[in-house]
């Protein structure tokens, strides 16, 4: 894996729903080695504001074609930024950076949950878990029915999907946490439970995933998110807290507390959710 | 001259010879290895590495990082590997590259700073070690830190101390958050500091007006980047006039122009950091940058814009 900082061209934009934006990226060098689950740290604008990179998750690769997706929400002044910028334009890029989703061999079964945006970084990895020949099932979480992403994509590779509109708009009522416990009671009776569950979405719902996922005794990951700085381990300033002996020995005489700081960027931002100390922040 | 006469950009900072004045802002280089997919660490003037203390630090819970306009706050808390490991797992690798390494030291008592620069010099015939940075201005940690660089009097007894326990180079890190910069800077001076570098972060906040919760768990940061330039120039400019030792420059400098603002104002050397964060072959084009505004203007040293302000 060689980490890259290129400028890549913006080959098509699309606003897939309000306020969420597909970009295609002729970029062969990261389609050639991106794995699921890595992001791209992209400089939004051209000048000093805003000053920082933004995290992105890889969306979709064509290592043939030699592009890459990306499907991000506008946020704040960088995605608003990234989303106003124009066919054509060359966007600077740090990647592929991170660690990635892992899918063992033996898994004939798995599971993705998306919240929100968070299905975005889920697609790369129902594609290669598709293409072993696994049961794909994805679940997807969203607010209302017009902010439901990439439903038919998922159907169209072969998956099985379910979604969750919290105000019941479409399908299921509720939150895709409680989808996904409803699911797996039903699974549990008929096909049997999947072998490994994947989420990415807000905090809560990687919590709560990895909580069922630990009492139904299932492997879970869930990627990360946290304010980032360098996206290269350098800074220190994306950490998680993930459970850990710490050999700190400087806590003025009491025992380590049980975690340590994880760099989401670059120890991430995939960790195994029975993993993460889901604590107060 | 001649145009393909390529000019000077050599200096001299605390004894310590570098090819040319472009360092690595300490806490945005990691510890170099980072940096090696984007740039070739034998094109730096010197590294500067992330601060270290005797034992390792945990480092502040997160969110630490908010940006801000044209800046952003940090509040990592001198989360590092402490000494031992950095003896053991960083600094071999660093012994491939014709580069200086200074290490940035922090302590919670001055027998801390003194262990480390001991324990420092004891491993430098073996390791690549050029010179320590005192960070005596560091604004994220509760004891020590920013307390010894606020006052003069703690300044130079810090400095005195440290002087006294090593031969190594001692560069001390001075902080913007202080009535009169000159003063602290003096301190050092006749302490014993071989140089002084400046500007550490300046202490400040952000707010989420929504939650009404501070952006940052620590609440305050440090403010660096562009925004910060301004200040950091300034307080260049009043210590070069004040002190006879070499002044290493930061603040904001994100392109060549900014790192020669800084050389005119009498820094002999400057410091690339949050921009590393952005770009990270940020020291590298400041290096080019700074030859071809040389050969542009027929300078033949670069230390010739040292102080060559006009008022």
Not at chain 1, 111 to 134: C, D, F, P, S
Not at chain 2, 47 to 67: A, C, D, F, H, M
Request: with cysteine; hydrophobic share 40%; charged share 20%.
């Amino acid at each position: 894996m060689t980490i890259l900082n290129l400028k890549i061209k913006i080959l098509s934009r699309k606003e897939v729903t309000p306020n969420i934006y597909l970009l295609s990226l002729a970029a062969p060098a990261i389609a050639q080695q991106a794995l699921p689950g890595q992001f791209l740290h992209i400089k939004c604008s051209k000048d000093n504001y805003p000053l920082l990179r933004r995290p992105i998750s890889i969306h979709r690769v064509n290592p043939q074609k030699g592009e890459i997706q990306i499907l991000f929400q506008v946020a704040g002044e960088g995605t608003k930024l990234l989303a106003e910028r124009p066919v054509g334009d060359d966007l600077d890029i740090i990647g592929p950076l991170g660690n990635s989703f892992k899918l063992y061999p033996e898994s004939k079964k798995v599971m993705l949950i998306g919240g929100g945006i968070g299905v975005a970084a889920l697609l790369a990895l129902g594609e290669e878990a598709i293409r072993q020949g696994k049961e794909v099932q994805v679940l997807i979480g969203a607010l209302n029915k017009e902010l439901v992403l990439a439903e038919e994509i998922f159907s169209d590779l072969g998956a099985k999907v379910e979604v969750a509109t919290n105000d019941g708009s479409y399908r299921y009522k509720g939150l895709v946490t409680e989808l996904l416990e409803k699911i797996l009671e039903e699974e549990a009776l008929a096909t049997g439970l999947p072998h490994q569950i994947f989420a990415c979405g807000p905090r809560p719902l990687l919590k709560k995933v990895s909580e069922i996922a630990f009492q139904k005794n299932i492997d879970s990951q869930v990627s990360m998110e946290e304010r980032m700085g360098c996206g290269i381990g350098a800074c220190l300033g994306c950490v998680c807290k993930i459970k850990g002996e710490d050999q700190n020995n400087n806590n003025n005489g009491l025992p380590p507390p049980p975690y340590i700081y994880k760099r989401v960027c670059i120890d991430g931002p995939i960790f195994r959710g029975n993993e993460v100390v889901w604590d107060d922040q | 001259m001649i145009n393909n006469n390529k000019p000077n950009l050599a200096v001299e900072i605390a004894g310590i010879k570098l090819k040319n004045p472009v360092l690595t802002a300490s806490g945005t280089f990691g510890y170099g290895q980072e940096f090696t997919p984007f740039l070739d660490l034998n094109k730096l003037g010197a590294i500067v590495l992330k601060g270290i203390t005797l034992k390792p630090r945990r480092g502040n819970p997160p969110p630490r990082i908010i940006e801000t306009p044209s800046g952003m706050l940090n509040a990592i808390g001198l989360q590092n590997v402490g000494v031992e490991a950095l003896i053991r797992e960083k600094l071999p690798y660093l012994q491939r590259f014709n580069t200086p390494v200074i290490i940035n030291i922090s302590g919670d008592t001055r027998e801390e700073y003194i262990e480390l620069a001991r324990r420092l010099e004891e491993v430098s015939p073996e390791l690549p070690i050029s010179a320590l940075e005192v960070n005596i201005s560091c604004p994220n940690v509760q004891k020590g830190g920013l307390a010894w660089g606020i006052d003069a009097s703690a300044t130079y007894e810090l400095v005195n101390c440290l002087r006294k326990a090593t031969t190594l180079p001692l560069i001390v890190k001075l902080t913007p958050n202080v009535t009169n910069i000159k003063i602290i800077a003096q301190a050092a001076e006749e302490a014993g500091a071989d140089a002084l570098s400046l500007i550490n972060t300046l202490v400040g906040m952000a707010v989420d007006l929504d939650s009404r919760k501070p952006e940052l768990a620590n609440i305050s940061g440090g403010l660096s980047g562009p925004a910060v330039k301004p200040v950091a120039l300034w307080m260049v400019w009043q210590v070069f006039q004040e002190v006879h030792i070499p002044i290493i420059g930061m603040g904001g400098i994100m392109k060549t122009r900014d790192a020669l603002e800084f050389m005119v104002v009498g820094a002999r050397a400057v410091s690339v950091g949050t921009a590393n964060l952005v770009n990270p072959r940020a020291a590298i084009e400041i290096i080019e940058g700074i030859e071809k505004y040389l050969i542009e203007n027929q300078i033949r040293e670069v230390k010739e814009l040292v102080g060559s302000m006009k008022i």
